[in-house]
């Protein structure tokens, strides 16, 4: 509710301050309420300012800048709380309204009380406001040294959901952002959407893994060796394929098999790609396509960090069997303290873990990347 209403109470802050009158801040009558206007749409944002919406977030999260963020359900319009100290407030200010100017937008200054470095601004897309800032400097005297203290280690159980197969499309890191959950997302390297999804969902602060191709056992499939990790592959090879796959996918903390039936069962073959792993300062984790698999066991012994999957949320991509999965991957974190769940890019698998997250978390379960969970 208070972040909701962040803005309103913002403009009405700075109004008591200017003037010691608010409809909040003082017992005078309220202020009526405004009929609907330009300031308050009840259509759909537009193109434009959803992309602009991007652009901000990937911003804050690429600057590291704290903000506290809400889509208003009735008018349309996003506000943001933010508090950032006082020799940077002027930057921020200018590069939100650079953003806003490259996207078509007009930025402008509603309403202030500059002796308490206390701002609202607003940009408006084809006359309507689509985003509100409430902007507080932070000055130095204020600022307070962390206080460092011990904790008890963490017991709660955990999940890890990865996503493997990302791409192929170039709007999978966008709605995995929406999720608003810890999520790791595995891509693979030869994709048309690769490395800008992977920048993406960097600037997001989700994380990424390399989702590296490699051998299955099925015969009737091709495996081209400039792709895929291969029983003839040498070292080399497998430095090449890893090597050229960072490069693309550079923020990419680790590593788990796309397919791989045949390498994964392998001693001297997952070896190979274990010892590059960790070569690499690379975490791996097993995706477990078959029950003969090796590779979390040899990968352990390598004294590499590992993860294997739990469970499979979504190979029978219906909502009904996504949930049910999940319910599964719910029981194993309770049992183990600790489950990882491997999906894929589908509408179904986005929203049943989108509708699970309450059930989730009701059990004292919390969602975590992967990289958390490897030992």
Excluded: C
Excluded at 38 to 61: E, G, L, T
Excluded at 310 to 338: C, N, P, W
Aim: aromatic letters at 8%; zero cysteines.
């Amino acid at each position: 509710v208070l972040i909701g209403n962040v803005t309103e109470i913002g403009t009405e802050y700075i109004k008591y301050k200017k003037s010691g009158e608010s409809a909040i801040f003082t017992k005078k009558k309220p202020v009526k309420q405004k009929k609907e206007g330009p300031d308050r749409p009840v259509n759909k944002p537009s193109a434009a300012s959803v992309k602009f919406d991007d652009k901000i977030q990937i911003f804050f999260n690429r600057d590291r800048i704290q903000y506290s963020h809400f889509i208003d359900p009735t008018w349309h319009y996003h506000h943001y709380k933010i508090e950032i100290k006082e020799n940077r407030l002027k930057a921020l200010v200018g590069n939100i309204r650079a953003l806003s100017q490259t996207a078509g937008g007009q930025f402008s200054e509603v309403e202030k009380v500059e002796k308490d470095l206390i701002f609202l601004y607003a940009t408006r897309f084809s006359g309507r406001t689509t985003h509100k800032f409430l902007i507080s400097g932070i000055q130095k005297k204020s600022i307070k040294k962390p206080q460092y203290t011990s904790h008890k280690p963490d017991k709660s159980p955990k999940i890890a959901f990865i996503i493997d197969d990302i791409g192929y499309q170039n709007s999978d890191a966008n709605l995995l952002k929406q999720l608003n959950i810890p999520i790791t997302a595995s891509i693979l390297p030869n994709t048309p959407f690769a490395g800008e999804e992977g920048q993406k969902l960097y600037a997001f602060g989700l994380e990424s893994m390399i989702h590296m191709p490699m051998q299955a056992k099925d015969t009737s499939m091709s495996y081209p060796k400039d792709q895929f990790v291969v029983l003839s592959s040498t070292m080399n090879d497998i430095i090449r394929l890893v090597d050229h796959a960072r490069k693309i996918i550079p923020h990419a903390k680790g590593l788990n098999n796309h397919m791989g039936s045949m390498i994964t069962s392998n001693r001297e073959a997952i070896s190979k790609v274990l010892t590059v792993v960790k070569n690499r300062g690379l975490f791996f984790v097993d995706s477990r396509t078959t029950l003969t698999t090796v590779a979390g066991k040899l990968s352990k012994k390598a004294g590499i960090k590992t993860g294997e999957k739990d469970i499979f949320i979504d190979h029978i991509k219906t909502y009904k069997h996504s949930m049910e999965q999940i319910e599964k991957l719910i029981r194993v974190a309770l049992y183990k303290g600790q489950a990882i769940a491997i999906g894929h890019p589908n509408p179904t698998t986005f929203r049943a873990i989108k509708d699970s997250v309450p059930k989730i978390r009701s059990k004292g379960i919390k969602i975590v990347f992967v990289s958390q969970l490897v030992k």
